[in-house]
């Protein structure tokens, strides 16, 4: 049977602490809500990275934000006083982009989201749509008639976040899809982003519009699905059961970090 537990590791003795800490010999962490909120850094997550950093801990960020590249994270991560390398950024778009040369890809994208996909994409040449609002002006059966338009050799279609997300869009990308061979990938299935006053739909709301139209499942890369870190598994940078897996709210304080350097 399944039980669940949960330790207050602040209120432990010191070799419980430290067999714990050699539990693991790598960290993912989530970023959004766990290392900073938008562009505010939480308290303590920045000390607490670091420490396990020059620990020898192997640590990797992990976000399901398609929006910015490997590149713009790191930068945002670095400002933030984080001690992290590219390599040590994992992102949907990137691990979106190596999922398909991997698969040693040569046909043309068709890309629903942001700039990020398509600039990860870039950087393995492979081709794609150009991401941005594509509006139906006047009636749909004018429309039809008259201006949509299918590109040739296309041969996967990638949904993820896009505020310009519109009608022409579900009908290409349904239209694709209707090939059995056309490779259906989500970037994540976040539903929504709640705030104060409002509710903005998340990539998955979007991924459930294109699978209910096309009616195919897509391949989600992002968490929790084990597809966003696999390349570091299969080349044995990581060992699932040596990973310490950090989401949702950040357990950890300065007071433990601060007892680190005691041990």
């Given at each position: 049977?399944?039980?669940?537990?949960?330790?207050?590791?602040l209120?432990?003795?010191a070799?419980?602490?430290?067999?714990?800490?050699n539990?693991?010999?790598?960290?993912?962490?989530?970023?959004?809500?766990?290392?900073w909120?938008?562009?505010?850094?939480?308290?303590?997550?920045v000390?607490?990275?670091?420490?396990?950093?020059?620990?020898?801990?192997?640590?990797?960020?992990?976000?399901?934000?398609?929006?910015?590249?490997?590149?713009?994270?790191?930068?945002?991560?670095?400002?933030?006083?984080?001690?992290?390398?590219?390599?040590?950024?994992?992102?949907?778009?990137?691990?979106t982009?190596?999922?398909?040369?991997?698969?040693d890809?040569?046909k043309?994208?068709?890309?629903?989201g942001?700039?990020?996909?398509?600039?990860?994409?870039?950087?393995?040449?492979?081709?794609?749509?150009?991401?941005?609002?594509?509006h139906?002006?006047?009636?749909?059966?004018?429309?039809?008639?008259?201006?949509f338009?299918?590109?040739?050799?296309?041969?996967?279609?990638?949904v993820?976040?896009?505020?310009?997300?519109?009608?022409?869009?579900?009908?290409?990308?349904?239209?694709?899809?209707?090939?059995?061979?056309?490779?259906?990938?989500?970037?994540n299935?976040?539903?929504?982003?709640?705030?104060?006053?409002?509710?903005?739909?998340g990539?998955?709301?979007?991924?459930?519009?294109?699978?209910t139209?096309?009616?195919?499942?897509?391949?989600?890369?992002g968490?929790?699905?084990v597809?966003?870190?696999?390349?570091?598994?299969?080349d044995?940078?990581?060992k699932?059961?040596?990973?310490?897996?950090?989401g949702?709210?950040?357990?950890?304080?300065?007071?433990i970090?601060?007892?680190?350097?005691?041990?």
């Open positions: 049977m399944f039980t669940r537990s949960a330790t207050v590791l209120e432990e003795n070799g419980i602490l430290m067999n714990w800490l539990s693991f010999d790598a960290v993912l962490t989530d970023c959004d809500g766990v290392l909120v938008y562009g505010d850094v939480i308290d303590g997550s000390e607490v990275m670091n420490r396990f950093k020059e620990m020898g801990k192997k640590i990797f960020f992990c976000t399901n934000n398609s929006a910015k590249t490997r590149k713009e994270l790191l930068v945002k991560a670095q400002q933030m006083g984080f001690n992290v390398t590219e390599n040590e950024i994992i992102s949907t778009a990137h691990s982009a190596t999922y398909l040369k991997q698969r890809f040569n043309n994208v068709y890309v629903i942001s700039e990020g996909i398509t600039k990860e994409l870039d950087a393995f040449n492979i081709k794609h749509n150009t991401v941005g609002p594509d139906m002006t006047g009636n749909l059966a004018d429309y039809l008639s008259t201006r338009k299918l590109e040739n050799n296309v041969g996967a279609v990638v993820g976040f896009d505020e310009h997300f519109s009608f022409p869009k579900i009908a290409k990308a349904a239209s694709y899809l209707n090939d059995p061979d056309c490779l259906f990938i989500a970037t299935t976040d539903e929504r982003f709640p705030m104060p006053s409002m509710v903005i739909p990539t998955g709301s979007l991924v459930r519009c294109i699978e139209c096309a009616e195919r499942q897509a391949l989600v890369i968490k929790p699905n597809s966003i870190c696999a390349h570091l598994i299969d044995g940078t990581i699932p059961e040596r990973t310490l897996m950090i949702a709210i950040l357990i950890f304080y300065w007071a970090i601060a007892d680190f350097k005691h041990y």
